[in-house]
């Protein structure tokens, strides 16, 4: 490295050196930054995710609930869950494929609930009674399979929304964990550049007051 000799020379390494230090400083908050919005971004698509998946699970079990309902007491007011979920449905499907489609694993599972989502609603609608609302359209028989079809497909749509629930609140975790160790990388950043900066300030203090005294002291010698 090359000393510069001249007041000037110390005075701008005694200036540049601290300033390289807390532009490296601002750097690496902005890059905190940026991994905070990103994490925020995430973790909002977790709570996206998790509050639309259980809120698609409460409709359909409601919807399959109000059905067996109106086979029990054909009374069209138990049809009122079926027919708000066929028509919020293809939303919020939409809105869990939006969420999940960083993650392929996850992709695949809202493919599975919409699966199953849709296979109840198929067998509801294959019952024709929703539509026509008719007492006679189905007989016991057809009644209790429907019933225990309905029911097999509501639990594997449990099935399927705990798993996807449970995968998202494990990559929300990782997420978590990784945000935190880089928080506390910047934290060592940090304080071991403002900790270098303030022994590089007064090494170079010390350094430009010595500069100086020597030459004082020649100009001292001369005069």
Request: no cysteine.
């Amino acid at each position: 490295m090359i000393v510069p000799a001249s007041i000037l020379g110390r005075a701008i390494v005694l200036v540049a050196i601290p300033s390289l230090v807390l532009v490296a400083l601002l750097a690496a908050f902005s890059v905190a930054r940026r991994r905070e919005a990103e994490a925020q971004r995430s973790s909002l698509q977790t709570r996206s995710v998790l509050d639309e998946s259980q809120r698609l699970l409460t409709q359909l079990v409601d919807a399959q609930a109000g059905f067996r309902g109106f086979l029990i007491a054909r009374d069209a007011a138990f049809l009122v869950p079926y027919r708000e979920v066929r028509g919020a449905l293809p939303k919020a499907l939409d809105s869990l494929r939006s969420a999940s489609r960083d993650h392929p694993r996850q992709h695949a599972r809202v493919a599975a609930v919409a699966r199953h989502a849709s296979d109840m609603l198929v067998l509801f609608r294959s019952a024709r009674v929703i539509e026509s609302e008719r007492a006679g359209a189905l007989t016991p028989g057809s009644e209790r399979e429907i019933v225990l079809q309905g029911r097999a497909l509501t639990e594997g749509l449990r099935q399927e929304v705990a798993a996807l629930r449970d995968e998202e609140q494990r990559l929300d975790d990782v997420r978590r964990d990784v945000l935190l160790r880089a928080d506390q990388r910047l934290l060592a950043v940090v304080v071991g550049g403002a900790g270098a900066a303030l022994f590089a300030v007064m090494a170079l203090g010390v350094w430009f007051h010595r500069g100086i005294s020597i030459r004082v002291a020649r100009l001292t010698d001369t005069a």
